[in-house]
């Protein structure tokens, strides 16, 4: 790959050809085919998404385009007009092609002008810092993205969303031609979101080609004009965002129709078991009012940021509410922590599994009994027995398909984990679930499974709480829904009453 | 200037109590506040601060090292052997020599944690053993005292008398230990190498994603230490004018605290050279203030310890926070 | 069959195989190396020096279980010995009776308690790096040591204390008795306790831990403590194997108790690692510094081929992970 061609991508910037074009790419880990012949092309400035449940592919693909991985033999890949077998990190980066990470592969005790210089200023040879040089290529590149931030500030010091701006930025830095954002919207609220997406459509204006890796299709159908769709490593098609629909999309991911039915039905003759009343922690929520009663799902949608959590998590006594009451079974309750609360039969999901929810390199049975130590106990010590079948027990009721009892967690797939996670606390034997966001990171074929258990959990008596921020899931699967933004309950609804656009239009309004 | 006092807040909480410190030295003792007893600490601390701005490159690059006192130890023996071969040699030479030895056993750390993956607080670990056990096998634990002249001379370059009777004297020690000090700051601060230290402490990951040389971090980041290590060994030798094979042993754990007490951060990616010869200084004030009150010398270990844990109590809900001038954190999550 | 090697394999745990293959190698190079290496007299003098590091490891194992550390171990054992001392001295001394021992006893255990109480409510509650707080807590008491004693050693107790330092039931000395107690004692409770269970969660996550409705704070304020009250017991016997308290003494043991634990697999990050492996380390270590006396080393060649150990073991450790990954890699 010869440096003279470096400077003919001005010429091939035309529509009809396209940016990036690969052709016979195969990718193979062990036995396994992660990639299978799959084609894929990018045209300059257009923003297209690729789409797929997790590990159909996507990140494998991303990986090969930026150098990462080395495609099996036959491989074609057209960048510019050139014709690689294979990219190197390097190439990529120096032909302009930039990926923001998940993860954002920032470094958050440095400065925001040393985040975004970084390659430019701090990369290479050992030299002096040119810190004024930094500084005016920082503040160039914020000007592009129309933000302005103290670029002498570390970074730290910025929440994630300008922690996410920082790394667009920075990705503008080298001249970028194609840039691919891998779930850049994951912890974003809905302001963020659209100021970020308003971003990446000046992009593409000024021609910058932007691959949008996302789970939220409501979003990839507003942003993007075209949608590759992969399904286990195989290429299914390539589709013009205008005239897709979400259930569509789904449908071409998992290879399964879902027929989606409202699951709503009347609770009123239950007893009340949770009922909250004014409950106030200002900044957070305020003025909270409801009840669930047995058998009954409450679903909570709304923006990211709107207090959901804080306000499960006050309800699960991590968070000390300063006024206003909860009642369990008609008594009032007031928890010092959340000891207090699983003990008066209150469980709680937590919407961030990897780090709060399961401990990720401990065993799938020690994860399983961790809420419900006093279950396996045998003359006051743990019985290794009573283990065992508390959890085998488990596995089998909630259908999670694991190999060994002692594997770690973390070899589990999103959905298996999900479950396990459930089952810990219906160890607990709760009289109140609260499943905050229990999808996040559970393939889209998968999630049926997860409300098929919630609903035989409300079917046996459990009351549960289900929050999630994507309105049809709890459309769908609550019996009530209750709108919360700003820390307040701004609607209730009865989704047998409710069409879900108008649900949608109020939350996402 | 508000924001200059909130990213550096470490060093002014360091500053202030310093301050505060020696503002109640100063009354209770007639000595403590004169500028020969200043130039005195400087002296005490020189070997100190060396080994500290060492270690804290370490620090910031993610890593942690047990062993380099006693790579000092044994530094010291082997230059002192080694300048013997050479027929006895001068500053330049034993500085070289030194400086060498010790980059040499810092770089077998690196080549340890590197090349095998081994964790850096296990990999030192076994270094220190391996370092000191085969150092006091090989030397049978007898010290040196024929060590050559150039070396156990006091180097003064510069002395004074003051107007209050006290003299200022400027040693080769304190020269050597600015020089050490200038050095690492210029290369954490100023070169591209120290911002990747810090990167790599920060973010190995994201770091390794940016194609920085994690190999080549390893290395500098404990060759820097080892080099530190040697030169500081060979003024520890000049300054106590013998060479004592377990004279450094326990040392690596008191420079960690002073090092830590500075603000750099076990994990990585956060420490400042200012910060870090503070640390070093407080725990000498105080060492100082307590020796010229007349307190025990076997008591005031133990008030300094006392003070470092009550320091680091505080400082996790964050020293800064405390003191009323920093004001709150702005506008970070 | 596979089934029984799995059972065996979960059993012992994969943290078996590197002190397992070191006791092997010892036991190999120095039985062909010395014909006098596996005799009574090497196991004797084995049994006699295990208990004090022994002992002193078991106090590091829990913190570091936890993610932690605790590197005021020999001067909280040093301070606890000082107490006993103390009770005996201020009651006759040498004809002080047995009970003033188990009084004493009881105030050193109290005293090794506190230390490892105040460091674990510092730990627990700010979340200071438990190496810095045990660090300061470490210079602390060295410091209140040295200004208690003055640097000097106190002597001079009744003969049953030496008897406990030296004397053997039934042919097994008393120390290695109360360390295999111990030992038994640890292994029980990381195996079969909730601490032990909350232990290792904590070493793993600590946040998710406490979302589970764990006490995540009792349980580090009392991972500190028993750490401490295994000083104290560490700082009895060694009072009895010397008949004398210096502040200082045993050190040395301090890295090398952080060595035991790594060679016995337990990971340096916290939430893995068992006794019994480590328990396996520590003799392995006491075997090389016999055998190697036995052709005519000191104790500093000792230390230089445990680090060695430790080194050789890791690495080994790396060869095997990499075999690993290059088996998946070729996908049988």
Known sequence: MGLDSMHQSASAASTDKPLLSLRNINMNFGGVKALKNVSFDVRPGEVHCLAGENGCGKSTLIKVITGVYRPAEG??????????????????????????????ALFPEMTVAENIAFHEVLGGWPRLVDYGRMRRIAVDALARLGVTLDVDLPLKEYAIAQRQIVAIARALVGEAKLVFMDEPTASLTQSETDHLLEIVRSLSASGVAVVFVSHRLAEVLEISSRITVLRDGALVGVYPAAGMTQSKITELMTGKTFDQHVRARPRDDQPVVLDVRGLTRPGQFEDISLTVR????????????????????????MLKPVSGTISIDGREVRFGSNREAIAAGVAYLSEDRLSLGLIQPQPIADNLVIASLRKILSGGLLSEDRKRSLVSRWIADL??????????????????????????????????????????????????????????????????????????????????????????????????????????????? | ??????????????????????????????????????????NISAVNIIFAVGLLVVLIAGGIDISFAVAASVVQYGTAIALGWIGGGGWVSGLLIAGSLGVLLGCFNAFLIHRFRIISIVATISTFNIYFGLLMFFTRGVSIYDLPDWLTDRVILFEREMPDGTWIEITLPVLVMIVCVVATWTLITRTTIGRQLYAFGDNPEGARRFGINIGAMQFIAFGWLGLMAGIGGLIQAHYAQEVVPNALY???????????????????????????????????????????????????????????????????????????????????R | MTIIFERIKTAIGPEMAGP??????????????????LSAATFGSVAFQLPELGLLTLAMLLPILTGGLNLAITFTANLAGLTLAWVLKANGGADAGFDIFLVGSLLAVMVGAASGIVMGLVIAFTRAHPILVSLSMMIFLRGLGEFLTRGGDISGFPAFVGVIGHGSV??????????????????????????????YMIGSNLD????SGINTRKAIVLVYTLSGIMCAIAGIIMLARFNSVRIGHGESYLLITVLACFLGGVNPFGGFGRVIPVFVALVVLQLLSSGLNLVGANQHLATAVWGILLVGVMILRWVVSRIKISIVRRGS
């Open chain 2, 1 to 42: 200037m508000h924001s200059l006092i909130r990213t550096h807040a470490t060093e002014f909480s360091l500053l202030a109590v310093i301050v505060v410190i020696s503002t109640v030295l100063s009354f209770a003792t007639a000595n403590f506040f004169t500028l020969g007893n200043a130039f005195d600490l400087l």
């Open chain 1, 75 to 104: 491989a074609v890949i057209e960048y510019e007009g050139e014709t690689y077998s294979h990219m190197s990190p390097v190439t990529a980066q120096d032909r302009g092609i930039q990926v923001i990470w998940q993860d954002l």
């Open chain 3, 20 to 37: 397992g293959l070191a006791f092997v190698a010892v036991v190999l190079v120095f039985g062909i190396a010395s014909p006098q290496f």
């Open chain 2, 250 to 332: 326990g040392r690596e754990l008191d420079v960690l605290a002073a090092v830590v007490l500075g603000g750099a951060r076990l994990g990585g990616g956060k420490g400042t050279v200012l910060g870090c010869v503070l640390g070093v200084l407080l725990i000498s004030i105080t060492q100082n203030g307590l020796n010229l009150m007349g307190v025990s010398p076997f008591a005031f270990k133990m008030i300094i310890g006392a003070i470092i844990l009550i320091a680091i109590t505080l400082s996790n809900t964050r020293i800064e926070r405390l003191l009323p001038f920093v004001g709150q954190r702005g506008t970070g």
């Open chain 1, 294 to 317: 047995r058998g009954e799902t409450v679903g909570i949608t709304g923006l990211l940021g709107a207090g959901r959590t804080e306000l499960a998590l006050a309800l699960f006594g």
């Open chain 3, 208 to 211: 998710a831990t406490r979302y």
């Open chain 3, 170 to 199: 039934a042919g097994i000395p008393v120390p290695l008795i109360v360390f295999v107690v111990c030992v038994l004692a640890w292994h029980l409770l990381l195996g079969r306790t909730k601490l032990g269970f909350n232990t």
């Open chain 1, 399 to 509: 259908g999670v398909k694991i190999g060994h009892q002692a594997d770690a967690i973390s070899t589990l797939s999103g959905g298996n984990q999900q479950r396990v996670a459930i089952a810990k606390w219906l160890a607990t034997d709760p009289k109140l679930l609260i499943l905050d966001s229990p999808t996040v990171g559970v393939d889209v074929g998968a999630r049926a499974g997860i409300f098929d258990i919630v609903a035989k959990l409300a079917e046996s008596g459990l009351a549960i709480i289900l929050i999630s921020d994507e309105v049809p899931e709890v459309y769908f699967n609550a019996d009530r829904v209750l709108h919360m933004a700003q820390g307040r309950i701004v609607g209730t609804y009865d989704p047998r009453q409710s069409r879900l656009e108008e649900i949608e239009a109020a939350v996402y309004a």
